[in-house]
């Protein structure tokens, strides 16, 4: 199993990024993908997730309404677009796969919940 994060790179503020998370090494589609983030001297945090079954998302409050999360199926890839973005969004992100879960209800899960990690990619929003 593989996960490649990739479309980091560095955004004046106000700016959009797209983030995808390619999947490969498995067929089910049991799984969701959660997409976190960490600044520096920060600890990670979740923001965003889709469930590649039945597509099923949630986002943290500091980015409702700016990043929005998408699933291409047929690709086995995870999207994150983000939009109006604020330096405060400067972080590595991650993607991480949750394994055997059908739906994203209220939570994207913790660090703990991941089986599989992406290598980071790296986003700077200047002010």
């Known amino acids: 199993v593989q996960l490649q994060a990739s479309g980091g790179g560095l955004v004046q503020a106000g700016g959009s990024l797209r983030l995808s998370c390619a999947a490969s090494?498995?067929?089910?589609?049991?799984?969701?993908i959660s997409w976190f983030r960490q600044a520096p001297g920060k600890e990670r945090e979740a923001v965003s997730c889709i469930s590649f079954s039945d597509g099923s998302t949630h986002y943290v409050d500091s980015v409702k309404g700016r990043f929005t999360v998408s699933r291409d199926i047929a690709k086995n890839t995870a999207y994150l677009q983000m939009s109006s973005l604020k330096p405060e969004d400067t972080a590595v992100y991650y993607c991480?796969?949750?394994?055997?879960?059908?739906?994203?209800?209220?939570?994207?899960?913790?660090?703990?919940?991941?089986?599989?990690w992406g290598k980071g990619t790296l986003v700077t929003v200047s002010s």
């Open positions: 991480a796969r949750v394994p055997s879960v059908g739906s994203v209800i209220g939570t994207c899960g913790g660090q703990a919940d991941m089986d599989y």
């Open positions: 090494g498995f067929t089910s589609l049991y799984y969701v």
